[in-house]
């Protein structure tokens, strides 16, 4: 053994130090890694499976109080509504000699309004009240499927109805798609939350149903954005095994659990079980839904956990593989960079037996074999270069800030143009489709079609003169637009989208926030000295002094003007990156008056 030990010593001894550098990197990468490994890998799958675990009964116990707060949302709605003038005076009790005449009075009128109201709600399809009366007895257009007022016969052979006459006692009842009738599923909802009442007509007690209609689409919904996999489940269902909503209708039936078993788990358990399924292995949960007879299960087969753990433990030692060649690499790269300069100086030094020295070549590098090949000379290179270095850096700074400037163009004048083609579309308005999509190309072939970082004034008037063209599409020509430039300027050059962020400015913060959304805006210019001045002005709402001091410091925060501030504020910037500080845009307002912004340019020719 000591003989082994000694010869691998001597072996490593006589070893080029590229040969040591190299090892002892992979030696000092390898072994951490090797334990960590180790350590880890027998643990690994565990934590796979208890991290999946955990993150799917976060997501299920998350959604449980969601489908409580929409059914609760439902039962206030019907409660609401049992609650108003009109319903309590119907099933009071007393002596009831002319519904119809009660029905075209001041409460059911505001009856039938809450009841369009909460019918618009996105939980809620439909409200009815079935009555035992004939059809002709009944107002508010009785029969049609739109009436709030409905003949008991429409429901008659529903099962809900069958379970509200074997029980006497029941005053509500909460109704899976299993329990409506045909008529309802068709034109109102397939689940719905009933409750019993009576209407003294004529001194006979007659029956009276509400009805709250909702789908369960809406309960589909909330169980389908918490499931974390496609391989998982979740649904509802009733303390009579009848299913209310589920995320996918198949594994549904993979995965059935009985109200029994149900019951007999959530008092068991809070958490998730290892359960058996018709020969399936899965974790389950199960959660009581408050003011309901439903029950929430959620179901996570184990095999497709097992894969998934083993999917990362391959993938785990394929990192690690592709880790230790990256490590032989770089090691190898490194040890090569060292000893192949060393060697350099080791040769030349040997030189000097029998010759002057030789001043080496400037070094690659600034480590210590560098500065000891020729650190004077690397030095005085060194400092010219940056020097060079910080000069073309700054000056590629102020263009690619120009640049970035210019680039920010904000698309939801797009998104809104976009939308307004798609409406009159819709609307068989070919004619105007294709003037708003004329003027939209010429309008973005003007932004687009160079590379040139500038264009002319008579270019840029058109562009931002299309652009109220099509806003005036959109708000029904409620903007008059004057221009009013001199012909001699028009050849004078300007950057690119200096009018449209401030033109869009007045119109969206401007001309839109008065209460009659119209008014004007005004372009015109003159030359001062040898600038050009040109002064865009609106007769909107004006602005704040304290946002109008803050407008164009690149300080001012309001959420309200967000994306319009920084549009202004990005044009005010880049006149100043290309000209200078004096120039670029100033702003006067008068709030209730209107807004004069002055853009100052050099008078400048392409």
């Known amino acids: 053994m000591c003989f082994l030990w000694e010869k691998i010593k001597g072996y490593y001894k006589n070893l080029k130090i590229q040969q040591k550098l190299t090892f002892s990197h992979l030696i000092i990468v390898l072994i951490p890694m090797l334990v960590i490994g180790v350590f880890f890998y027998t643990s690994?799958?565990?934590?796979?499976?208890?991290?999946?675990?955990?993150?799917?009964?976060?997501?299920?116990?998350?959604?449980?109080?969601?489908?409580?707060?929409?059914?609760?949302?439902?039962i206030d709605v019907h409660r609401s509504l049992r609650s108003s003038e009109f319903y309590k005076e119907l099933t009071s009790g007393e002596y009831l000699d002319d519904l119809k005449g009660l029905s075209y009075g001041t409460e059911a009128e505001q009856f039938r309004q809450d009841v369009l109201k909460f019918s618009?709600?996105?939980?809620?399809?439909?409200?009815?009240?079935?009555?035992?009366?004939?059809?002709?007895?009944?107002?508010?257009?009785?029969?049609?499927?739109?009436?709030?007022?409905?003949?008991?016969?429409?429901?008659?052979?529903?099962?809900?109805?069958?379970?509200?006459q074997g029980s006497p006692a029941m005053a509500n009842l909460l109704c899976p798609s299993f329990y409506l009738g045909h008529y309802e599923i068709e034109n109102y909802g397939n689940l719905a939350y009933?409750?019993?009442?009576?209407?003294?007509?004529?001194?006979?007690?007659?029956?009276?149903?509400?009805?709250?209609y909702f789908s369960d689409s809406y309960f589909t919904k909330l169980l389908q954005d918490n499931i974390t996999s496609t391989e998982n489940v979740a649904y509802l269902v009733n303390s009579r095994d009848n299913l209310v909503a589920t995320?996918?209708?198949?594994?549904?039936?993979?995965?059935?659990?009985?109200?029994?078993?149900?019951?007999?788990?959530?008092?068991?358990?809070?958490?998730?079980?290892?359960?058996?399924v018709l020969e399936k292995k899965v974790y389950a949960g199960f959660y009581r839904i408050k003011n309901t007879d439903w029950y929430m299960v959620a179901v996570m087969p184990v095999d497709p956990i097992m894969k998934k753990s083993t999917r990362i433990i391959c993938n785990f030692l394929l990192i690690y593989i592709a880790f230790l060649l990256i490590a032989f690499v770089i090691a190898s790269g490194l040890s090569h960079s060292m000893t192949r300069r060393l060697s350099l100086v080791v040769n030349q030094m040997a030189k000097v037996r029998f010759e002057p020295p030789v001043e080496l070549k400037d070094a690659d590098s600034q480590d210590e074999i560098g500065e000891l090949i020729d650190t004077y000379n690397y030095m005085s290179?060194?400092?010219?270069?940056?020097?060079?270095?910080?000069a073309k850096a700054a000056e590629n700074l102020r263009i690619a800030e120009f640049d970035s400037l210019q680039s920010q163009i904000n698309p939801h004048f797009l998104y809104n143009t976009m939308d307004m083609i798609n409406w009159l579309a819709q609307q068989g308005k070919s004619d105007e489709v294709t003037e708003v999509v004329r003027r939209l190309s010429r309008f973005y072939r003007l932004t687009l079609s160079r590379k040139q970082e500038l264009t002319t004034i008579a270019d840029e008037a058109e562009h931002v003169s299309i652009y109220i063209e099509l806003q005036n599409m959109r708000f029904n020509n409620s903007i008059d637009f004057i221009m009013d430039i001199p012909d001699y300027l028009m050849e004078y050059s300007i950057p690119k989208l200096i009018f449209q962020p401030l033109a869009e400015n007045s119109i969206i913060h401007g001309i839109m926030e008065k209460e009659e959304k119209t008014g004007s805006i005004v372009l015109t210019g003159w030359m001062e000295d040898e600038d050009i001045v040109l002064l865009l002005s609106?007769?909107?709402?004006?602005?704040?002094?304290?946002?109008?001091?803050?407008?164009?410091?690149?300080?001012?925060?309001?959420?309200?003007?967000?994306?319009?501030?920084?549009?202004?504020?990005?044009?005010?910037?880049?006149?100043?990156?290309?000209?200078?500080?004096?120039y670029g845009l100033s702003f006067s307002s008068a709030k209730g008056e209107g807004t004069e912004v002055q853009i100052r340019i050099p008078a400048i020719l392409p």
């Open 247 to 276: 995320s996918n209708s198949f594994l549904y039936g993979t995965y059935p659990f009985s109200s029994d078993e149900i019951r007999e788990n959530i008092m068991s358990s809070n958490n998730f079980i290892t359960k058996t």
């Open 381 to 390: 290179r060194k400092i010219q270069q940056l020097m060079d270095d910080q």
């Open 194 to 212: 009933v409750t019993r009442d009576s209407i003294n007509n004529n001194g006979e007690y007659i029956p009276c149903y509400i009805v709250t």
């Open 538 to 582: 609106d007769d909107g709402v004006g602005i704040d002094p304290d946002i109008l001091s803050k407008f164009l410091d690149g300080t001012l925060h309001n959420p309200q003007s967000k994306g319009t501030n920084i549009a202004v504020y990005n044009t005010h910037r880049r006149l100043q990156i290309l000209y200078g500080e004096r």
């Open 44 to 74: 690994l799958y565990d934590m796979i499976v208890s991290n999946t675990i955990r993150s799917e009964q976060e997501r299920a116990a998350e959604t449980a109080p969601l489908v409580e707060d929409a059914v609760k949302e439902i």
């Open 120 to 164: 618009s709600m996105e939980s809620i399809s439909a409200v009815r009240i079935y009555v035992d009366l004939d059809e002709s007895e009944l107002p508010f257009t009785a029969g049609r499927k739109y009436s709030t007022l409905q003949p008991l016969d429409n429901i008659r052979s529903t099962h809900w109805y069958g379970i509200f």
